[in-house]
């Protein structure tokens, strides 16, 4: 299976992952009634991790010393990225958090070019964000947007850490090791927020929700970051948002406004 991933032009695989992310972050909503946001994270990288080792069966025996704070940096990035971007989904809406956790990414980009232009466009994503958010109304979730600028420096850090454990790991042993201390990492807020509300049908639902997302997408951006370079990837990832108006439009019934469609437009430009 894996062999027939690496087959596809990089860039279709890192495009069908953003859209797995996409609709495995509208449906986890779904869960968040019963086990808080920080809960379904928890689950859905806890799951993840389960799936991952019964089908990978990473070697253990392949970790060398120097190979280890890689590994626990972006499990560490991974966790917080998931939670702290499934609780801005509590608060503002899919595509407005995506657009701002996108202003990560496209820093990565922005700092590995060696062109000084570069940095006037994050200054225009944040513009785009500005335009979503809309403060001059008054009423700005902040909390929101605080968790999905968490979000954003989480997804910087697992975009240089994942090209990194690629490069030292094949297929997809390094996320397999990786997704544990990701789980633990999102245990601290998410476990205590879930208990009590667990049941074999939010069980059920939450391995659906770890094949969406992280199984399936990390695996197809691991095998993408091995062929293409991070600056390359960063800037793929600028179509994210407007993936994500598109979920959240058809699955969640968010219906975007002219502003709102402006706002993703400056991110995508940038």
């Known amino acids: 299976m894996l062999n027939a991933l690496e087959k596809p032009p990089a860039w279709t695989l890192a495009v069908v992952a953003m859209i797995s992310i996409q609709m495995g972050s509208a449906l986890s909503i779904s869960l ?28 253990l025996r392949a970790i060398r010393k120097r190979d280890v704070p890689g590994l626990l940096g972006l499990g560490v990035a991974t966790g917080v990225m998931t939670s702290a971007f499934l609780t801005a989904l509590n608060y503002i809406p899919l595509g407005t ?10 820093g990565v980009a922005a700092a590995s070019s060696k062109r000084l232009r570069a940095v006037v466009w994050p200054l225009l994503a944040l513009a785009g964000v500005v335009v979503l958010t809309e403060p001059w109304t008054g009423e700005v979730q902040w909390l929101g947007v605080g968790f999905a600028a968490i979000a954003a420096m989480g997804w910087a850090s697992y975009i240089v850490l994942t090209q990194h454990v690629a490069d030292r790991f094949s297929g997809i042993q390094g996320l397999a090791l990786a997704t544990p ?9 998410g476990l205590p927020q879930a208990w009590g509300g667990i049941t074999w049908s939010v069980i059920a639902w939450g391995l659906l929700l770890a094949v969406l997302t992280p199984v399936f997408p990390f695996a197809l951006e691991m095998l993408a970051l091995k062929r293409m370079n ?25 219906v975007p406004d002219a502003l709102y469609l402006v706002g993703v437009t400056l991110v995508i430009i940038a």
Do not use: S
Request: hydrophobic letters at 60%; proline letters at 6%.
């Open 97 to 106: 958090t995506v657009a701002i956790e996108f202003l990560g990414p496209l």
């Open 32 to 59: 968040f009634d019963d086990i808080g946001p920080a809960g379904t994270a928890w689950l859905r990288l806890a799951l993840g991790a389960l799936l991952l080792w019964v089908i990978v069966r990473p070697r």
């Open 181 to 189: 201390v990701a789980a633990g990492t999102a245990a601290f807020v």
């Open 230 to 254: 991070k600056h390359a990837f960063g800037t793929l990832m600028a179509i994210e948002p407007a993936i994500a108006a598109t979920v959240g439009f058809v699955v969640l019934t968010q």
